[in-house]
C-alpha cells in the first residue's frame, strides 16, 4: 500500500511539476491543482497508515491498548482540500477573465507589467 | 498565564468584515465603520502589549483542549507588537482609503476583504500552531487575491495571474513542509515541535523539511531568487491596496521565519550559510532593480525586496545583536513602507503620473506636503536620527562580531543604494524645476478635491510619519523592546514551557 502510495505521489508531483513549466495559462492551474493532490496524498503517506484498526475506544476500556490508525492527517488534508478547492475556483476564474481581457492563453505574453518605466 | 481575552483583535476584525457586509452599498457608512473598527483594533493593540509587556505571555487552548492537542493562541512580545504596529497601519489605510478609493471599489466589497486580509494577520501573529498558521495564511492570500483583482483592469489582472499562480506553489510548500514535520515528530504545536525536532537525529531530513519553509516564506517574503512576482504585480492594483501590501504582506513571511527558525529549525550551519547568501543577494538585487527603474511604485516594490534582505541579515546569522536589528527594522519597515506607497498614491492624484523622469516641481508647488512626504522618504534611508538608522547599527555590529564579512559588505552597500535611490526620487519629483503635465479630461486631481477628502489623503500620512519619527526619536524604547524579544528568540524555552506546562501526564 506505501509502496503504491509512494508511486501515485511521485507521479503526481511530476505531472503537476511538468504542468506548471507549459506556456499555457490554463495547463499551469491544472497543473497546481495536481500538485497540490500529490501534496495531500504525501500528509496522508507520512501519518502513517495503519490498515483495520479505527480510533474508536472499544466499551469498557479508557485509553487505547493497541495501535490505531490517526486521523489526524486526515482533518488536516480535509481542510488541505477544502482550501485548496476555494483557491483553485478563484484561479479558474482569474484566467477565464484574464483571457476575456487580454484574448490569450500564452503566459509568454503577459510581461507588460514587467516593462520598464 | 492562560487569558482567553488575546484572540480579541482577530475577532475584533471577524465583526469588522461582517457588520460591514450589512452596509454592502452604503459606502459612507462603509467608510466611518471601517475607521472606527480600526481605531479600536489599535486601542486593543496598545492594551495588549501593555499587558503582555508587564505580565509576560499569555496564552489561550483553544475548546480548553490542552497542548500539544489543541490549537493553541499565544501572545508573546513578538506577536503583540507586530498585532499593534500592523494595526497602525490598517487604520491608516483605512482613512487613506476612505479618500482614495473609487466608490465602484467600493461597491464591491473593498472593505469587508480587506478586514478579513487584516484579520488574517492577526491570526498568523497569534497563532502556536503550524498547520493553523497555513489555514491563516490562506485567509490572507485569499483576501489579498481579492484585493488585487477588484476593479478588474488589464494590468491587474496581469499582475494577479503571476500573483496568484506563484502563492499557489508557495502553499503548496508550505503544506509539504507541514507533512514532512508531521512524519517526523507527530505534532503540530510549534512549541511541542521545537522539543521534539531537537530529539532527531537524521539532520539531513530536518534540513530538508528546513529548506521546504525557506522556499515556502521565501516566495511570500520575496528574497532573492524568488521575488520577480513582487515587482511585475505590486503597482498595479489601487495605491491604497499596495500600501497594505507593501507594508505587511512581504513582513508575514519575515515573521513565520523568525518563528520556525526560532522555534523549529534553529542554528544550523547549513541553513546559516544558504540564508546569508540569500540574505546578500535579496539585497544588491533589490538596490540595483530599485536603480534601475523609473516608475515611482515600481521603484518603491524594488526597495521592499531589498529591505526584505536586511532583515534576512537576522534570519541568517541568528544571534541576539543581529536579531535586534531585525526586529526593529520589522517595526520601522511596516511603518515606513506603507506610508511610502500612500505617497506615490499622493503623487499620483497630484500630477496624474508616476513616472520621475516626467515628473518635477512639486516642493515649489506644495511645499508642506513635500516635507510630510520627505519623513518616509528619508526614514528609509535611515540619516540620523530617522527610524532606518538605528536598526543597521545593529545589523553591522552583529554580523561583524559572528565574522560575516558578506554580510557586513552588502547592508552597507545596500544602504548606500538606497540612498542613492531615494536621493534620485527627491531631486526628480520634488526640486527639478516640472513642466505642467498634461491631464486628462476626466480625471479629478488632488487640488480640486473637497477639504475632507485631502484631509483624508493627508491624515494617515501624518499618522504614519508621526510614528517613525518616534520610532527614530525615541529609539531607546524600541530598542529595549527589540532587545528583550530577540532574547525570547534566541531562547524560547519560556515560551514552551509556558505552553506545554498543562500538559497531560
Known amino acids: ?117 | 498565564m492562560s487569558n482567553p481575552y488575546i484572540v480579541l483583535p482577530i475577532i475584533l476584525q471577524l465583526v469588522a468584515a461582517v457588520v460591514l457586509m450589512f452596509f454592502w452599498t452604503k459606502t459612507k457608512a462603509q467608510k466611518t465603520i471601517s475607521i472606527l473598527f480600526s481605531t479600536a483594533a489599535v486601542a486593543v493593540g496598545v492594551y495588549m502589549l501593555h499587558s503582555v509587556w508587564h505580565h509576560g505571555i499569555q496564552i489561550t487552548h483553544s475548546g480548553n483542549w490542552k497542548a500539544p492537542f489543541g490549537i493553541t493562541f499565544v501572545a508573546d512580545l513578538l506577536a503583540m507588537t507586530l498585532i499593534l504596529i500592523s494595526s497602525i497601519a490598517a487604520l491608516g489605510v483605512s482613512i487613506f482609503s476612505a479618500g482614495s478609493m473609487r466608490e465602484e471599489r467600493l461597491k464591491f466589497g473593498y472593505y469587508p476583504v480587506f478586514h478579513f486580509l487584516v484579520m488574517g494577520l492577526q491570526g498568523a501573529f497569534l497563532t502556536g500552531d503550524i498547520f493553523n498558521l497555513y489555514v491563516w495564511f490562506e485567509v490572507i492570500i485569499i483576501s489579498s487575491f481579492v484585493l488585487m483583482t477588484l476593479g478588474g483592469k488589464k494590468a491587474q489582472l496581469e499582475g494577479t495571474i503571476k500573483y496568484v499562480s506563484l502563492n499557489l506553489l508557495a502553499s503548496s510548500f508550505f503544506l509539504t513542509g507541514i507533512g514532512f514535520l508531521y512524519g517526523l515528530t507527530g505534532t503540530l504545536n510549534m512549541a511541542d515541535l521545537a522539543v521534539k525536532m531537537k530529539l532527531i537525529e537524521n539532520s539531513g531530513l530536518v534540513n530538508v523539511t528546513g529548506s521546504l519553509f525557506l522556499v515556502a516564506f521565501g516566495i511570500k517574503s520575496a528574497i532573492f531568487p524568488m521575488y520577480f512576482w513582487l515587482p511585475a504585480s505590486y503597482h498595479t492594483p489601487p495605491p491604497a491596496v499596495t500600501a497594505i501590501f507593501g507594508g505587511l504582506l512581504t513582513k508575514v513571511g519575515i515573521y513565520a521565519m523568525l518563528r520556525t527558525f526560532s522555534l523549529i529549525f534553529g542554528g544550523d550551519e547549513f541553513m546559516t550559510f544558504i540564508t546569508s547568501i540569500i540574505a546578500a543577494l535579496t539585497i544588491l538585487a533589490g538596490a540595483f532593480g530599485a536603480m534601475s527603474r523609473k516608475h515611482m511604485s515600481k521603484i518603491f516594490g524594488f526597495l521592499i525586496i531589498s529591505h526584505i534582505g536586511f532583515m534576512m541579515v537576522g534570519i541568517s546569522i541568528f544571534s541576539e545583536a543581529v536579531l535586534v536589528g531585525t526586529v526593529f527594522y520589522l517595526i520601522h519597515d511596516i511603518i515606513v513602507k506603507t506610508n511610502l506607497f500612500m505617497v506615490s498614491g499622493l503623487v499620483m492624484k497630484i500630477n496624474g503620473s508616476q513616472d520621475i523622469k516626467a515628473l518635477g516641481g512639486l516642493y515649489q508647488s506644495h511645499p508642506l506636503l513635500s516635507l510630510l512626504m520627505a519623513v518616509p522618504l528619508f526614514s528609509l534611508v535611515g540619516i540620523p536620527p530617522l527610524s532606518g538608522f538605528w536598526a543597521k547599527i545593529f545589523f553591522i555590529q552583529g554580523a561583524l562580531s559572528a565574522q560575516n564579512y558578506l554580510l557586513v559588505g552588502s547592508v552597507v552597500i545596500g544602504s548606500f543604494l538606497t540612498l542613492w535611490v531615494i536621493a534620485r526620487v527627491w531631486s526628480e519629483v520634488f526640486w527639478k524645476k516640472g513642466e505642467n503635465l498634461p491631464k486628462q479630461a476626466n480625471g479629478v486631481y488632488f487640488d480640486a478635491l473637497s477639504n475632507l477628502q485631502q484631509w483624508a489623503y493627508i491624515v494617515p500620512m501624518l499618522l504614519l510619519s508621526i510614528i517613525s519619527l518616534y520610532i527614530g526619536l525615541g529609539a531607546g524604547r524600541i530598542i529595549t523592546l527589540s532587545q528583550k524579544i530577540a532574547s525570547e528568540l534566541v531562547d524560547p524555552s519560556l515560551y514552551i514551557q509556558l505552553v506545554l506546562q498543562n500538559q497531560l501526564p
Open chain 1, 1 to 117: 500500500m506505501e509502496l503504491l502510495l509512494i508511486f501515485i505521489i511521485g507521479l503526481l508531483h511530476a505531472s503537476g511539476i511538468y504542468m506548471l513549466l507549459r506556456r499555457s495559462m490554463f495547463k499551469m492551474i491544472i497543473g497546481l491543482i495536481l500538485l497540490g493532490n500529490g501534496v495531500n496524498m504525501l500528509i496522508f503517506l507520512l501519518g502513517k497508515l495503519t490498515k483495520g484498526h479505527p480510533p474508536v475506544i472499544e466499551d469498557g476500556a479508557k485509553i487505547f491498548t493497541e495501535i490505531y490508525a490517526d486521523p489526524l492527517p486526515q482533518a488536516l488534508i480535509l481542510t488541505a482540500i477544502v482550501i485548496g478547492f476555494g483557491l483553485q475556483s478563484f484561479a479558474i476564474i482569474l484566467i477565464k477573465r484574464v483571457y476575456q481581457v487580454l484574448k490569450t492563453d500564452d503566459l509568454d505574453e503577459l510581461n507588460s507589467t514587467d516593462e520598464e518605466i
